[in-house]
C-alpha cells in the first residue's frame, strides 16, 4: 500500500515537471491527445486543458467515482479541439481516468489532483470522516474472518452504541494483506484478540459500517495476555466436549498466559445478572453462570494486565445455552430479535431457494420466512418439499422483515397434494397425509352436513370430483369448532391438509387443517394458462413463474409477488390477483406490456435489467415447451426474453438471451390469460 502512495506522488510530480514544456503527442491514428498526465492544483478554481486532435467525431466518458471532476466539452468533431478539467479545492490527492472515443479507437487520460498522504489518526476520527486513507492505532477486539482478514480495533476514543453489527466491536477493517500485499493470507500476521496494531488503508462507509479496506500492517505488538484454555462442565462426557456452558449453569474454568504485572477480571454489566467470578487462583479465573431459564444468552469477559504504564486485554466470548421455547408463528412474529430458540411447527407454503431451504411455514395463526434449514443441501436430502408440515428450531431474526435465522430441523410430516380424484384412490389411513384443493360447496350425500359456522363440514369440487370433508380446523395447530372465523364461504376455493377416511361407507377428509382459501370476484372470471399462442395477444394476463405458487404482482421491480392457488390450470380471479395482471396491447412493431402500476414493462438497451418505463416498447410473446417467450424486438442474434433468476436468495427477473433455458436457477415464465367463466 505504502508503495501505491509513493508511485501516485512520484507521478503528480513528473506531472508538474513535464507540463511546463510542450509535451509530445500521445496519440492513436484517429484520435490523439498533447498530454496522457493532467496535473490539478488543490486549490480553489483548478483547472488545466488538453487539445485533442481527431479525425472524426469523439466523446468522453468520465467513471461515476469521478463525480468531482468538470470535463468541458464531453464530445467534439474532427480537427482541433480543446478539453478543460476542472475540480473543486480539496485537501488530500484523488486520481481519475477517463476516456476518450472515436470510432472503435479509445485514448486515455490520467488526471491527478495533489498528492494522496497518509494521516494518522484515531478510530474516532475515522468513524467520523470516512472517505480517505488513515493509518490507526489499536487493540484488536474481535476476529470475524481468518481467511481475507475482517476484524474489529479500538482506541477508546468512539462511542459504538447504535453502530451496525460490524461495527459494534469497534471500528471494522475489510480485508488484510499480507507482507507482500497479497489479499487472503491473513494467517501470516498470527493475529489475535488483544494485540496492539498499527494499520493504514483507505477508509469508507458500506450499508452504514464505516470500515478500512484491505490495510497494510505497519506495526504488531502482542499482548501480553491471552486465553490458553477453557474448560466448561461435561456432565454427559459428550465428543467433542461442549465450548458453552449449559441450561443448567456451572462453572468454566479459564486459564490465561499473563506475562504482566497485574491481573484484571471485568464482566459487562448486562450480564452480572446471570454471570460472576467465582474464583481466582494464579492465571487461573473460574466463571459461574446460574441455571438459565430464556433463550441462548451470550457475554465478552476481558481480562486484563499491565507493564508499566501499557495495559494489555485479551477477551473470551461466554455462550450459555437457553431452553427452547415452544411458540405459534404469531408469538414469534411479536418476539424480539435475538439469541432466544423457538420451535415452530407450520406448513410449508413456497420453497423460496431448495438449496438452502429458504422456505415459508405457516400454522393457524401466521406465516414467516425461514432464511436456510441446516446447511446446504439439508432440505433437498431430507426430501422435503411445499406442502410438507415441519418442525424447526431458530432464533427470531429480521432482514427486509422478520425471519427465523439458523432453523435447525427437528422433524416432518410428508404431505402430498392431490386432486380429489387421486385422494380418493388411496388407501384409507390416518398416518398418510394430503394437500386437497377445491372449491367449497353443499354436500348431498346422506349422512352428511353443510357447516361453515363451527365445525366446517362441507365439499370439496375440483375438476376431477368431489369429496365430504368432517370439521377442519383453524390450521397447523390451530382450534376445532371455530370455522366461521375463517370466512370461507360458499363457492370458495379452499386448501386443506388431512387424511384418507370414511364413515358408514361414505369416503371422507379426516383431521381437516386450514391452508388457505380464495373468493373469486364477482365477475366469475378466471385466469386460464395459455397452451397455444393466439391469433391476438392483446388482453389481461397473469406473469407466473416456478411451481406456479406465485405471479407478478402491481410495482415497477416486478419482485413483489402475489400468491395464488392454480388448480387444474385455472386461477381464480380475486380482486387482488386481478391487481397482478398486465394489460398487453397492439402497437406498430408488436405489443405494449403495461405494469399495474401504469407504467410499461421494457428492457433496458444492452443489458439485463427489466424495468418500467414511461413509454411503451414493442415486445413479443410465444409459447414454447419450456414456458412463454416475452421478449423484446432485439435482432435474433441478440434476442431476450423474460426470465426468472432464482440463482440468490430472492428471485427477481431479467431479460436473457434464450441460452439460459436449460441452466439451473433460470425458468421461462407461464401466461394466464384472464377469461369470463361461461
Known amino acids: 500500500m505504502k508503495l501505491k502512495y509513493i508511485f501516485a506522488s512520484i507521478v503528480a510530480t513528473l506531472a508538474l515537471a513535464v507540463s511546463c514544456e510542450k509535451e509530445a503527442d500521445h496519440y492513436l491514428n484517429e484520435i490523439k491527445v498533447s498530454a496522457s498526465y493532467v496535473p490539478l492544483s488543490t486549490g480553489v478554481g483548478a483547472n488545466n486543458s488538453i487539445t485533442v486532435t481527431a479525425t472524426d467525431a469523439w466523446s468522453i466518458t468520465v467513471p461515476k467515482e469521478a463525480n468531482w471532476l468538470t470535463v468541458s466539452p464531453t ?7 480543446v478539453v478543460t478539467f476542472t475540480a ?65 480495533m479500538d482506541d477508546g476514543t468512539h462511542d459504538y452504541s447504535g453502530a451496525t453489527a460490524d461495527n459494534k466491536a469497534g471500528l471494522y477493517i475489510y480485508g488484510t494483506l499480507d507482507n507482500k500485499g497479497n489479499t487472503k493470507n491473513f494467517s501470516y500476521w498470527g493475529l489475535e484478540v488483544g494485540d496492539k496494531i498499527t494499520v493504514e488503508g483507505p477508509s469508507k462507509e458500506y450499508n452504514g459500517t464505516i ?82 431459564e430464556g433463550g441462548d444468552r451470550e457475554t465478552t469477559v476481558t ?10 486485554t485479551c477477551e473470551l466470548a461466554i455462550t450459555q445455552k437457553g431452553a ?3 411458540a405459534t408463528v404469531a408469538q414469534f412474529l411479536a418476539a424480539e430479535v435475538g439469541n432466544t430458540q423457538y420451535r415452530l411447527t407450520g406448513v410449508i407454503t413456497k420453497v423460496v431457494k431448495a438449496d438452502y431451504g429458504n422456505v415459508n411455514i405457516k400454522d393457524f395463526s401466521g406465516e414467516v420466512y425461514v432464511y436456510g434449514i441446516g446447511a446446504k443441501g439439508d432440505f433437498e436430502k ?28 427437528e422433524s416432518h410430516i410428508p404431505v402430498a397434494k392431490v386432486t380429489v380424484a387421486e385422494f380418493l384412490a388411496a388407501s384409507e389411513s390416518k398416518e398418510v397425509w394430503y394437500m386437497v384443493s377445491g372449491k367449497v360447496t353443499k354436500p348431498t350425500e346422506d349422512g352428511t352436513k353443510w357447516d361453515l359456522d363451527t365445525y366446517g363440514n362441507l365439499n370439496l369440487t375440483d375438476a376431477t370430483g368431489s369429496v365430504y370433508v368432517y370439521g377442519v380446523s383453524t390450521g397447523v395447530g390451530g382450534e376445532t369448532k371455530k370455522f366461521g372465523t375463517l370466512g370461507v364461504k360458499e363457492g370458495d376455493t379452499m386448501t386443506i391438509i388431512g387424511y384418507r377416511t370414511s364413515y358408514k361407507g361414505l369416503n371422507q377428509v379426516g383431521g ?42 402491481s410495482g415497477s421491480d416486478l419482485i413483489k409477488t402475489v400468491d395464488v392457488t392454480i388448480t387444474n390450470g385455472v386461477i381464480t380471479a380475486t380482486d387482488a390477483v386481478k391487481a397482478a395482471a398486465i394489460k398487453v396491447a397492439a402497437i406498430e412493431g408488436g405489443y405494449s406490456i403495461t405494469l399495474p402500476g401504469g407504467k410499461f414493462l421494457t428492457f433496458t438497451e444492452n443489458k439485463n435489467k427489466v424495468v418500467a418505463a414511461d413509454a411503451a416498447a414493442p415486445m413479443s410473446f410465444a409459447i414454447t415447451e419450456s414456458g412463454a417467450k416475452i421478449g423484446g424486438t432485439d435482432t435474433a442474434s441478440n434476442a431476450r426474453v423474460l426470465f426468472e433468476n432464482a440463482t440468490g436468495d430472492s428471485p427477481f427477473y431479467r431479460a436473457y438471451k434464450e441460452d439460459k433455458l436449460g441452466q439451473e436457477g433460470y425458468s421461462l415464465p407461464t401466461l394466464y390469460k384472464l377469461t369470463a367463466v361461461n
Open 88 to 152: 473543486p479545492a480539496y485537501d488530500g490527492g484523488r486520481t481519475a481516468e477517463i476516456a476518450i472515443t472515436s470510432g472503435s479507437k479509445t485514448q486515455y487520460v490520467n488526471i491527478i489532483q495533489g498528492v494522496k498522504t497518509v494521516s494518522e489518526v484515531t478510530c474516532d476520527e475515522v468513524m467520523k470522516n470516512p472517505g480517505k486513507t488513515y493509518r490507526v492505532t489499536g487493540t484488536v477486539t474481535r476476529i470475524a474472518n481468518t481467511v481475507y482478514g475482517n476484524w474489529n
Open 512 to 553: 381437516g387443517m386450514y391452508v388457505s382459501h380464495e373468493t373469486p370476484s364477482a365477475s366469475s372470471e378466471v385466469f386460464a394458462k395459455v397452451t397455444t399462442a393466439p391469433t391476438n395477444w392483446a388482453g389481461d394476463y397473469l406473469i407466473v413463474f416456478g411451481s406456479g405458487a406465485h405471479a407478478t404482482v
Open 382 to 409: 431430507l426430501g422435503l418439499k411445499e406442502g410438507d408440515i415441519v418442525t424447526l428450531v431458530g432464533k427470531r431474526g429480521e432482514y427486509n422483515g422478520p425471519q427465523m435465522t439458523g432453523g435447525q430441523y
Open 211 to 292: 470500515e478500512l479496506v484491505d490495510v497494510t500492517v505497519i506495526k504488531i505488538v502482542k499482548s501480553l495476555i491471552k486465553v490458553d484454555e477453557v474448560v466448561y462442565p461435561n456432565p454427559e462426557h459428550l465428543l467433542p466436549a461442549p465450548e458453552y456452558l449449559p441450561v443448567a449453569g456451572g462453572e468454566a474454568e479459564v486459564t490465561l498466559v499473563n506475562k504482566g504485572e497485574s491481573l484484571k477480571v471485568v464482566i459487562p454489566e448486562d450480564a452480572k445478572s446471570w454471570l460472576f467470578i467465582s474464583g481466582v487462583n494464579g492465571d487461573k479465573v473460574t466463571l459461574k453462570a446460574l441455571p438459565n
Open 303 to 312: 481480562f486484563g494486565t499491565n507493564q508499566g504504564n501499557e495495559a494489555y
Open 324 to 326: 427452547i421455547v415452544d
Open 75 to 81: 464530445s467534439g468533431n474532427a480537427g482541433e479541439t
